[in-house]
């Protein structure tokens, strides 16, 4: 059972406009998330991330919206260029005492940056 | 030179061969990490070690085994290599387990 849900494979977005990422979870011990970047042949990289105590994380043009009662977080990236044209992990972690170490990713969302 | 570094970075190898996947990584940090991703999903956490006294299953253990030989290398193994296997594998190191995750450029692996 998936606890870290991205439901959009793809996302297309015009270049200069938003593009909004989503992500839901189901496991009420995680207590921090993170975003992260994937171009192909490399690994991911660390783009923001949010604690469970906040509800909006920001730097520089990504912003992170955390709705813990709803189970839910976002990704809002303004303005959209054509170097964000990557996959985005979604992840979580539940600090020691909720469960096992590393964090746990969704199955990513691939967002197209269009000219 | 890369934070962390996983050889080889391409494999292709028949089913029933036993293979290793190596990583090391110059971070510093004393937590290690292998991770699996299919096409289509997520990654997900194979093993995790916190030092090289310390090492855990992650939520698809089965089939692999690892080796934390010293805090910079910690490497994958493969006894008996099965095509649903194929897939992308990641090593990453962290300070926190939280946060500060670097990954490896992954090593493609394909089981024939």
């Known amino acids: 059972d998936q606890q870290v849900k991205q439901n959009s494979p793809s996302l297309s977005v015009q270049e200069g406009r938003i593009s909004i990422l989503n992500c839901d979870y189901t496991?009420?011990?995680?207590?921090?998330f993170l975003w992260y970047k994937k171009y192909p042949a490399e690994g991911p990289t660390f783009l923001i991330s949010?604690?469970?105590?906040?509800d909006k994380n920001e730097d520089g043009r990504f912003t992170v919206f955390l709705n813990k009662s709803a189970k839910h977080l976002s990704l809002h990236i303004v303005p959209s260029q054509p170097g964000d044209s990557a996959v985005y992990f979604c992840?979580?972690?539940?600090?020691?005492?909720?469960?096992?170490?590393?964090?746990?990713f969704g199955k990513g969302t691939h967002l197209i940056i269009q000219p | 030179d890369a934070d962390v570094t996983q050889t080889p970075r391409n494999r292709i190898t028949k089913t029933g061969k036993r293979i290793m996947l190596e990583c090391s990584q110059t971070?510093?940090?004393?937590?290690m990490y292998w991770y699996r991703q299919d096409p289509g999903l997520g990654l997900q956490l194979i093993y995790y070690?916190?030092?090289?006294?310390?090492?855990n299953k992650g939520e698809i253990s089965d089939g692999y085994s690892v080796s934390r030989q010293a805090q910079a290398k910690f490497s994958l193994s493969l006894e008996s290599a099965i095509p649903n296997q194929t897939a992308l594998y990641f090593c990453?190191?962290?300070?926190?387990?939280?946060?500060?995750?670097?990954f490896g450029s992954g090593t493609r692996l394909t089981v024939v």
């Open positions: 949010i604690s469970s105590i906040k």
């Open positions: 496991n009420s011990m995680f207590d921090y």
């Open positions: 070690s916190f030092d090289v006294k310390d090492i």
């Open positions: 990453a190191t962290s300070p926190t387990g939280s946060d500060g995750y670097t």
């Open positions: 992840a979580a972690y539940a600090y020691p005492g909720g469960g096992a170490d590393g964090l746990t």
């Open positions: 971070k510093g940090h004393d937590r």
